[in-house]
C-alpha cells in the first residue's frame, strides 16, 4: 500500500544538475521524515540528506552540503532532491526512504527508516 517512487536520474557531465522526486502514494509524505541515500557499486549506502515533518528542518552529508538540497511539496506529496555542481562521485543509485515520525529533526541513518523507494540510477561522466 505504501509506495515510493524516485524519478529523475540519468547521464549527467560534471558540474551539471539533476533533481531527483520522490513520489509518495498510499500516505501523505506530511506525516512522514525523509531521507535521501546513495549506494555505489562496492560501497556501502550512505545518507546524503533528510527531512523533517516540522519545519522542514535539514541535514546534510558533509559531502554534499553546498552542492545539493532537499525540499517537500507536500500538495503534491513529493520530496526533491536537487543536485548541483555533480562530481563523478557523486555517481550510484539513488534512494529515498520515509519514517512515520513528525518531529523537528531528522536522521541520516538507514536504520531510522522503515518505507524505501527501488531507486534511480545517477551517473555522472564525460
Known amino acids: 500500500q505504501l509506495q515510493l517512487v524516485e524519478s529523475g536520474g540519468g547521464l549527467v557531465q560534471p558540474g551539471g544538475s539533476l533533481r531527483l522526486s520522490c513520489a509518495a502514494s498510499?500516505?501523505?509524505?506530511?506525516?512522514?521524515?525523509i531521507g535521501w541515500f546513495r549506494q555505489a557499486p562496492g560501497k556501502e549506502r550512505e545518507g546524503v540528506s533528510c527531512?523533517?515533518?516540522?519545519?522542514?528542518?535539514?541535514n546534510y552529508a558533509d559531502s554534499v552540503k553546498g552542492r545539493f538540497t532537499i525540499s517537500r511539496d507536500n500538495a503534491k506529496n513529493t520530496v526533491y532532491l536537487r543536485m548541483n555542481s555533480l562530481k563523478a562521485e557523486d555517481t550510484a543509485v539513488y534512494y529515498c526512504?520515509?519514517?512515520?515520525?513528525?518531529?523537528?529533526?531528522?536522521?541520516?541513518?538507514?536504520?531510522?527508516?522503515?518505507?524505501w523507494g527501488q531507486g534511480t540510477q545517477v551517473t555522472v561522466s564525460s
Open positions: 526512504a520515509a519514517v512515520r515520525v513528525i518531529s523537528y529533526v531528522c536522521s541520516q541513518g538507514s536504520s531510522s527508516y522503515d518505507y
Open positions: 527531512i523533517s515533518t516540522i519545519g522542514g528542518r535539514t
Open positions: 498510499g500516505f501523505t509524505l506530511d506525516y512522514y521524515v
